[in-house]
């Protein structure tokens, strides 16, 4: 099947999963490794979810790749945040501009008054960097590693993303030499978030 066939295919998909049940075995053979080791860092990355996106920090569950590549342009267009937090749950808006946000959020307050509505007890705004995007089953950041894909789509074919999670993987287990320090690098070249990793993949890896 053409490539472009199979990537309009792909992101026409629903929300169900398409993680093979052999997935992590085939590739995990293909490059001679574990697919318990592969499991469970698609289990810290994303929880096994092959449409996951983490936007600066901010993470999003979209029903399907579709969704989850329009989410991203739309984040693209307006990088700034604004999350309002109630009592019973949170919303997170976008817009194109801080001054967009901080005029959203002060209607916001002023229409709970009026509606005699409790108001968002707590509030964050901030730009996110758009840049820095994490894709799919293995959370490949676009801003590192986008230079090796045609576009963000082919990301969220899950095959194509843990190959590449793995050879990337592979990279770093011959610069590191030891697995656990190739795993860290894997997430964060930051030794604070590869402490951090760590301890949450060792408890991952151990249930494998």
Do not use: C
């Not at 574990?34 to 092959?50: F, T």
């Not at 989850?68 to 976008?94: C, E, H, M, T």
């Not at 990793?197 to 060792?202: I, V």
């Amino acid at each position: 099947m053409p490539r472009l066939l199979t990537l309009i295919l792909l992101l026409a998909l629903p929300g169900a999963s398409t993680l093979g049940a052999d997935l992590f075995e085939r590739t995990a053979a293909r490059h001679e490794l574990q697919p318990e080791l592969l499991r469970a860092i698609a289990k810290v990355e994303s929880n096994l979810y092959p449409w996951a996106v983490n936007i600066n920090w901010e993470s999003f569950r979209p029903e399907s790749p579709y969704q989850a590549v329009r989410l991203i342009r739309k984040v693209r267009q307006n990088p700034w945040l604004l999350r309002v937090d109630y009592a019973n749950g949170s919303n997170r808006l976008f817009f194109p501009s801080g001054p967009a946000a901080q005029k959203a959020l002060a209607g916001l307050r002023r229409r709970a008054v009026l509606m005699g509505i409790e108001p968002p007890h707590q509030w964050e705004i901030r730009k996110l960097d758009v840049r820095s995007v994490d894709i799919g089953l293995m959370q490949i950041n676009w801003k590192f590693h986008g230079e090796h894909f045609e576009s963000m789509e082919e990301l969220f074919d899950p095959a194509t993303n843990l190959d590449y999670a793995v050879r990337f993987l592979g990279q770093l287990l011959k610069q590191h030499g030891d697995l656990e320090t190739a795993v860290a690098h894997y997430h964060s070249s930051t030794l604070h978030f590869q402490e951090i990793y760590l301890k949450n993949f060792r408890a991952v890896y151990e249930q494998q």
